[in-house]
């Protein structure tokens, strides 16, 4: 286990050299071990209940994850980073482990849908 890597993505705002906060958005990446688990059956209908699609899972180790909103993985086999949002954490009892309840923010496939040349 712990064979997969993904990047946790971390967009905050910091203040500008006039101190204007949300003035510049900077992205924060970090490289993390992961277990990549399907969606339990119970978080896919609560989350569609909410209108919300969570596909995947991931698995990071608790003291790896803080507050990152966006994970990034490559698939085996694929050529690019498919991009999700996280819906959803969950530490279970031990709290050693979080899992990230992710819907697809952006996926390598579907570059370039929806536009007519």
């Known amino acids: 286990m712990w064979s997969d890597v993904a990047d946790l993505v971390k967009i905050e705002d910091e203040p500008d050299d006039d101190a204007y906060i949300n003035a510049v958005e900077v992205k924060r990446n970090k490289d993390v071990f992961i277990n990549v688990k399907s969606v339990r059956r119970s978080e896919f209908y609560a989350a569609m209940q909410a209108g919300v699609t969570v596909s995947i899972t991931f698995e990071v180790r608790t003291a790896d994850y803080d ?4 994970v990034e993985y490559k698939h085996p086999g694929k050529k690019a980073k498919t991009i999700y949002r996280v819906v959803r954490t969950f530490t279970p009892d031990g709290g050693d482990t979080t899992e990230l309840n992710c819907s697809i923010e952006k996926s ?3 570059v370039g849908r929806g536009r007519r040349q």
Request: overall charge negative; glycine content about 14%; hydrophobic content about 30%.
């Open 67 to 70: 507050g990152e909103t966006i």
């Open 108 to 110: 390598p496939a579907s």
